[in-house]
């Protein structure tokens, strides 16, 4: 993994289920035992909301607990922290009938609470970082890694470094990117963006009848303006044209002046952060993240032009029809 271009760190990753104990509290959840390097490679302090981002020290094991966890035990930070129990069930355990001994049955280990992190509620209320030794003991598997995480230089091609990847472990192991860890989540975000662009897009169309009906009202108010412009020698399509640029101009117009407002409100949320996240303490930031990309600009633009050309294309065709005689 080192010598492939493009990877800048990898860590051995092991999960499993396991039960938490604090003082009276109890929750179950994901440990994730992790290499020593795991915290500085993915900067994990910058998700930290208490605590210290640390999983050893001085032969002390801590985790680092998402703030559903940290919720869930009630673990009060203000008080000196007790230690957790943390209790995984034993696989080699045989039940020889009678009533099984839970004591036996699970292999039981402490650790510090190090830190709360605060990614998404998802994550947060399922997750305790732990250190991967740690997690090797409690499964009693010395060398077992369930996944390998990598970190790829962000100038590097994802999906060239993804498939050397691939060719170095072969089809026994599936390789995936971050979109593909996440499909699910990612799928419904892109159906959600296109349902929104269908729903303003039919509001567009509605909105556009106020084109129709300005123009038919507008050539009928200029039908002494038509017919002396048809008796100097202007054909139908000519006078058709000047109606139809009117309507495109319309829509230009507006088009300009939604960009102008859109581009504002983008750059006061980006800056300013003035719509903010409900549920603060679940997220990584506050506020909505919005970023500006150049395809969805000219996707509206389009849309809104041919709707605004459409629009003005009827009333133009049919209206002077009625008003412009067939000799002209």
């Known amino acids: 993994l080192k010598k492939i271009p493009g990877v800048i760190h ?23 035992g992790v290499s020593a390097n795991y915290i500085e490679a993915t900067q994990f302090d910058t998700v930290l909301i208490a605590g210290k981002a640390i ?18 035990l009630s ?52 997750y305790m970082i732990v250190p991967i030794d ?46 593909q860890q996440n499909e699910l989540i990612y799928r419904v975000m892109k159906t959600e963006k296109w349902a929104v662009y269908a ?36 054909t139908k399509n000519q006078i058709q044209q000047v109606f139809l640029l009117e309507g495109v101009f319309i829509s230009i117009c507006g088009l300009v002046l939604g960009f102008f407002i859109s581009i504002t409100l983008l750059l006061l949320q980006q800056n300013f952060g003035l719509i903010k996240l409900e549920g603060i303490s679940s997220f990584v930031i506050d506020a909505y993240p919005v970023k500006m990309k150049l395809y969805d600009f000219v996707l509206v633009a389009i849309t809104v032009v041919l709707i605004g050309f459409l629009a003005a294309w009827y009333p133009a065709k049919k209206s002077t029809k009625e008003i412009i005689l067939p000799s002209s």
């Open 75 to 126: 673990i009060n930070g203000q008080d000196e922290f007790a230690p957790v129990s943390v209790s995984i069930p034993r696989r080699d355990h045989e039940y020889k009938g009678g009533i099984p001994n839970p004591e036996k049955a699970f292999n039981k280990e402490l650790i510090y609470p190090g830190g709360v992190f605060s990614i998404q509620q998802s994550i947060d209320e399922k």
């Open 199 to 234: 729903i303003l897009t039919f509001i567009l169309i509605v909105a556009a009848f106020n084109i129709i009906g300005s123009l038919t009202m507008l050539i009928i108010e200029k039908r002494k303006d038509i017919s002396i412009l048809s008796s100097m020698g202007a």
């Open 134 to 179: 740690f997690a090797r003991k409690l499964l009693d598997k010395p060398t077992a890694v369930s996944a390998i995480e990598v970190i790829a230089s962000h100038d590097q091609d994802i999906e060239l470094v993804q498939a050397n990847i691939k060719n170095l472990v072969g089809d026994k192991f599936d390789v995936k990117n971050r979109y």
């Open 10 to 32: 990898y860590s051995e990753v092991l999960e499993e289920n396991s039960l938490l104990k604090y003082r009276d509290n109890q929750y179950v959840t994901t440990i994730k």
């Open 55 to 72: 999983l050893k020290e001085n032969d002390i094991n801590y985790g680092l607990m998402g703030y559903g966890v940290y919720y869930a």
